[in-house]
């Protein structure tokens, strides 16, 4: 069994920053891609940011210049720093991973249970 399991959000002023953390454990064989979306109310889920295993990046226009993902392979972790943050912000972050299970030969689409992050004053 596989789960991912975030966590780092909560409340913040705007302009201030926040860590999120999310951690890959079960029977992995390997991991793929690795990513941050976003739910706010009432609207769709939305890609905040993308890593690739070698570490490439893809930021929503949104985020650019202010979040950062980064990823430690031999933790199986992902991180989103994000900085400089906006009411616009808040909503639910899920962590992604796309990542093959021990003794299957298929790529499958993992989430995490979500973590709420709220920018107020």
């Known amino acids: 069994q596989v789960q991912l399991v975030e966590s780092g959000g909560g409340l913040v002023q705007p302009g201030g920053s926040l860590r999120l953390s999310c951690a890959a454990s079960?029977?992995?064989?390997?991991?793929?891609?690795m990513g941050w979306y976003r739910q706010a109310p009432g609207k769709q889920r939305e890609m905040v940011a993308v890593i690739t295993a070698g570490s490439s990046t893809n930021y929503s226009d949104s985020v650019k210049g202010r979040f950062t993902i980064s990823r430690d392979n031999a933790k199986k972790t992902v991180y989103l720093q994000m900085n400089n943050l906006k009411p616009d912000d808040t909503a639910v972050y899920y962590c992604?991973?796309?990542?093959?299970?021990?003794?299957?030969?298929?790529?499958?689409?993992?989430w995490g249970q979500g973590t709420q992050v709220t920018v107020s004053s």
């Open positions: 079960g029977s992995i064989f390997s991991i793929r891609d």
């Open positions: 992604n991973a796309e990542l093959v299970v021990r003794g299957t030969h298929r790529v499958d689409d993992y």
